[in-house]
T-cell receptor, first 113, second 115 residues
Framework: DAKTTQPNSMESNEEEPVHLPCNHSTISGTDYIHWYRQLPSQGPEYVIHGLTSNVNNRMASLAIAEDRKSSTLILHRATLRDAAVYYC??????????????FGQGTILTVHP | EAQVTQNPRYLITVTGKKLTVTCSQNMNHEYMSWYRQDPGLGLRQIYYSMNVEVTDKGDVPEGYKVSRKEKRNFPLILESPSPNQTSLYFC??????????????FGPGTRLTVL
């Protein structure tokens, strides 16, 4: 299974953009890139996902490298509420293990006022 | 309201006493999954189900059983719980299609302590 690598932690200031990187050098052509976050004392929460093209939604943007070996989750204006653990995971949409998801350790994002 | 519910939310039990944690979703999702979360180990998938009567192992299935007899329910069964199964458990569900798993909705979690 393809794996992801993320920095253990990152810091940001409130109202500034945040770029959270994720490396997935062994990604296959049918792996979708998903991002989730987990706020303190809560369950994980979906953020965004994509395959090849950059994606935008109300929460964030996902920038996917042309070779798909890395991606970046972009929070355009960080707020204190964005302080969370962010997980980058791959979902293999082909073959027989397409329900298997490996979350990894994630990136702890600290947002300073 | 679209939601995933888990019961119980908290459970303290003893080694070897069979227990079931229920999970139910009201969104008609095909895909359901169980995770456990432990300090320093992050979220790890236990089992998942692509649809009724279709289940498969995740990364840490040992000591657990699941069943999917109805689309809305996906119970997690611990036949003989042990202290190393003390953990925070999450159930999740999502649609599933040609683009794989869509947005997963997570339940509130079940904190299990096995003495």
């Amino acid at each position: 299974d393809a794996k992801t690598t993320q920095p253990n932690s990152m810091e940001s200031n409130e109202e500034e953009p945040v770029h959270l990187p994720c490396n997935h050098s062994t990604i296959s052509g049918t792996d979708y890139i998903h991002w989730y976050r987990q706020l303190p004392s809560q369950g994980p929460e979906y953020v965004i996902h994509g395959l090849t093209s950059n994606v935008n939604n109300r929460m964030a943007s996902l920038a996917i490298a042309e070779d798909r070996k890395s991606s970046t989750l972009i929070l355009h204006r960080a707020t204190l509420r964005d302080a969370a653990v962010y997980y980058c995971i791959l979902n293999y949409a082909g073959g027989t293990s397409y329900g298997k998801l490996t979350f990894g350790q994630g990136t702890i994002l600290t947002v300073h006022p | 309201e679209a939601q995933v519910t888990q019961n119980p939310r908290y459970l303290i039990t003893v080694t070897g006493k069979k227990l079931t944690v229920t999970c139910s979703q009201n969104m008609n999702h095909e895909y359901m999954s169980w995770y456990r979360q432990d300090p320093g180990l992050g979220l790890r998938q236990i089992y998942y189900s692509m649809n009724v009567e279709v289940t498969d192992k995740g990364d840490v299935p040992e000591g657990y059983k699941v069943s999917r007899k109805e689309k809305r329910n996906f119970p997690l069964i611990l036949e003989s719980p042990s202290p190393n199964q003390t953990s925070l458990y999450f159930c999740a569900s999502s649609l599933f299609g040609t683009s794989g798993i869509s947005e997963q909705f997570f339940g509130p979690g079940t904190r299990l302590t096995v003495l």
